[in-house]
């Protein structure tokens, strides 16, 4: 649904319109990850609290969150709707017959962040519980809903098409809002509306100083992403910036499936630290690691190798630079995911401060490598190999630092996540690469990603798991398939 709206989207507001949107909405963006930052801080002292079985703490946090959130999303949105007219009119490369346009967006856009605010504690409380159902049912109505949005939008010939589409993502906004809001306010105890007088400077303190260097982290990622596309804009234009949104697009469905993992496996590896089993936390962070790069291997490596076929099907008139983009931003999320459940245990600890000033301020590094190869004439693919070549440093460099900070053994690491990776992903790369290169017919691209998918997830059943995990999906299959049938 995600990708097929796009294409809509794409079609129906045009190259330069959804180029304004990816840009102007971006800059907004680049500081809605405050609200990611403090979904996981506060998942991580939820989590953290239940492992310790401290009921009271568990209230006491949710309510000091929520007045945080209240109180930084209202402080942002003032001072972000002071900056609206220098944002859209000086710094941005916008035409001057789009910018009341672009302007109307901005002003959307800041009022989807302060909702977007006002969510974070309630679906950080379902994440904490482990109510990923539920999570999952929301998620699956707002992309719905985006694609009923995007379909009126191919219909609609009266009003400007871009304004429309920025006004009714605020009321997917305000859905997602209720539909947590209200559900965890009926069924979770320590869910409530706060007063005043919860307020607790001790919470605060830790919640604020948290918070703090996770907003730093998460805005270093995002500040890459959106600087790139800003970078972009200013050096080629909208147009081109429009490829670049399109394989952020492909990279935020895809991630939709690391996400499954992820959501599952992080609020136990809290409570395992809590619980003071720090040898359990360490297991479980390993698995993140293992199973979110095969997941996401399933579906970025054929994507990757049938990349110029899908987005013809998918978008019909594939703007240029579009499949380079894609392959690569994919090709980054794929290396990323291979330390990856290593930041959650650095977050399950708490020290977190020297982990964001070493970890993520190598990605932010991105930024002046790619401003230089396009300042001095090299071509577009090369921000690519900057994106690429620092989001494998900072993979790396996961490893030694929590060698240091939690003790993990990176050869015990080694062992458990990266050999039994090696012959699945050469496995489906080489049967990309075989059917890529040496046929060609119409829809390959399905056969491609079939033989593939077949041939990996065999790879993975005789040499990605290990002996205790071929005994866990054989009772799976046993008690919970045959036994039922």
């Not at 952020?248 to 609020?267: C, D, K, R």
Request: charged share 10%; net charge positive; proline share 2%.
């Amino acid at each position: 649904m995600s990708l097929y709206s796009t294409r809509l989207i794409l079609a129906a507001l045009g190259q330069s319109d959804f180029g304004i949107f990816n840009v102007v909405a971006g800059v907004v963006a680049m500081l809605s990850f405050m609200t990611n930052a403090l979904v996981t801080t506060t998942q991580r002292y939820l989590s953290f609290y239940h492992g310790k079985g401290d009921k009271e703490k568990i209230r006491q946090v949710f309510a000091n969150s929520l007045l945080l959130h209240v109180v930084i999303g209202g402080g942002l949105f003032v001072i972000l709707l002071a900056l609206a007219y220098p944002a859209v009119y000086t710094v941005l490369n916008i035409s001057a017959d789009r910018q009341t346009a672009a302007m109307c967006v901005y002003g959307a856009s800041l009022v989807i962040l302060l909702i977007a605010f006002l969510t974070a504690p309630f679906r950080s409380l379902f994440i904490a519980r482990e109510n990923i159902v539920y999570i999952s049912i929301i998620d699956v109505l707002d992309g719905m809903l985006k694609l009923l949005i995007a379909i009126f939008l191919t219909q609609m010939v009266s009003f400007d098409k871009l304004i429309m589409y920025s006004f009714m993502l605020i009321g997917i906004s305000m859905f997602n809002l209720l539909a947590f809001a209200v559900y965890a306010l009926h069924h979770f105890e320590e869910c409530h509306i706060p007063r005043l007088k919860e307020w607790d400077s001790h919470f605060i303190h830790s919640l604020s100083g948290f918070t703090g260097w996770t907003v730093y982290s998460t805005g270093c990622i995002l500040a890459r992403t959106q600087g790139i596309a800003i970078i972009i804009n200013r050096f080629l234009g909208s147009a081109i910036n429009a490829a670049y949104g399109i394989a952020l697009q492909v990279s935020g469905a895809t991630y939709f499936l690391t996400q499954a993992i992820t959501n599952a496996m992080n609020p136990q590896i809290m409570k395992a630290e809590g619980a003071g089993n720090r040898a359990h936390m360490i297991r479980l962070a390993e698995s993140v690691c293992k199973y979110a790069f095969l997941l996401l291997a399933m579906a970025a490596i054929p994507l990757i190798a049938e990349m110029p076929a899908i987005l013809h099907l998918w978008l019909g008139e594939v703007p240029e630079y579009a499949v380079m983009f894609c392959q690569y931003v994919l090709l980054a999320s794929l290396v990323d995911q291979l330390t990856t459940g290593l930041g959650t245990a650095n977050q399950a600890i708490g020290k977190i401060r020297n982990y964001s000033l070493l970890i993520n301020s190598i990605k932010v590094l991105t930024l002046p490598c790619a401003w230089a190869c396009l300042h001095y004439g090299l071509p577009v693919i090369s921000v690519m190999y900057c994106f690429v070549g620092f989001e494998t440093v900072c993979m790396l460099i996961r490893l030694p630092f929590l060698k240091i900070t939690a003790g993990i053994s990176i050869r015990h690491f080694a062992k458990e996540v990266f050999v039994p990776l090696l012959i699945p992903t050469a496995t489906i790369v080489s049967v990309c690469y075989t059917m890529t290169q040496y046929f060609d017919f119409k829809y390959r691209f399905i056969v491609t990603i079939i033989t593939s998918v077949t041939a990996y997830v065999v790879a993975i059943g005789l040499f990605g798991l290990s002996s205790d995990e071929k005994r866990i999906l054989h009772n799976i299959i046993d008690n919970k398939i045959l036994h039922k049938k």
